[in-house]
């Protein structure tokens, strides 16, 4: 599925989110506080947006972005040749679960909206841990559903009935874009994931809502 709609993907993201995912990860970017010399870890990096992102304005000095979409990666891996990033961004085809980085090698990792998309998210967040050193941080975004009445309400109804018909008309894939309101229906609310992040390893962690709560941002750190 992943590879099917890989040639729509971003222009998809920035439509159906009008052009709000950009914001959201530059939060995540932000949250991680770096200062020019980590390494980062970006699992589910698809195209390579986040990857690209933590390398400007003096973010991170390495990123190994990892994904088990061969298109995606194959994407990806154009823009990162066409931004000169080259010998600073490695494209690794991999499994969240099995993360193919080794332990304690990382400063900093990062998972957006693709958490939700990994089998066993519980055994992905002890992966992460594992690869990072202690004091590293994590950085995970995430759909939620809005907590405030109208909103939810206003928000569910593009969620499950606008956003799938767009997203077909243009990804060309039919069952991609219900697949997406489908998999948030499913996925751990802010405390139970909170939770999950606690028994894998992490301390200090937040659960930050964005745009209402239609995203969350998840911060965290290794001991």
């Keep these: ?9 971003d222009l998809l993201n920035h ?6 995912d950009k914001r ?3 939060r995540a970017i932000g949250s991680l506080e770096l200062t020019g010399r980590e390494t980062l870890v970006d699992v589910a990096t698809g195209t390579a947006d986040v990857a690209l992102a933590a390398r400007r304005a003096g973010g991170a000095a390495r990123v190994v972005g990892v994904d ?3 298109a995606m990666l194959a994407l990806g891996l154009t823009k990162v040749r066409a931004a ?6 490695a494209m690794v085809r991999g499994d969240a679960m099995h993360l193919p980085v080794a332990s304690a090698s990382a400063d900093a990792v990062t998972i957006s909206f693709g958490i939700r998309n990994v089998q066993q998210p519980e055994l992905a967040c002890r992966e992460m841990a594992r690869v990072l050193r202690p004091g590293g941080r994590l950085a995970i975004l995430e759909f939620g559903v809005p907590r405030i009445p109208g ?3 206003l928000y569910l109804w593009y969620f499950k009935q606008v956003l799938p018909r767009i997203g077909r008309l243009i990804s060309g894939h039919t069952a991609a874009y219900s697949y997406l ?4 229906g499913t996925f751990p609310p802010p405390g139970e994931f909170m939770k999950i992040l606690r028994q894998s ?3 200090d962690v937040r659960a930050v809502p964005l745009t209402l709560g239609i995203v969350y941002l998840y911060v965290g750190r290794k001991p």
């Design 1 to 9: 599925m992943f590879d099917a709609i890989a040639p729509r993907y």
């Design 15 to 20: 439509l159906l989110s009008a052009g709000i």
């Design 24 to 26: 959201w990860r530059a």
């Design 68 to 70: 088990f979409a061969g």
């Design 84 to 89: 000169g990033e080259s010998r600073q961004i």
């Design 151 to 153: 909103v939810s309400a």
């Design 181 to 184: 309101p489908a998999s948030v």
């Design 201 to 203: 390893g992490f301390g």
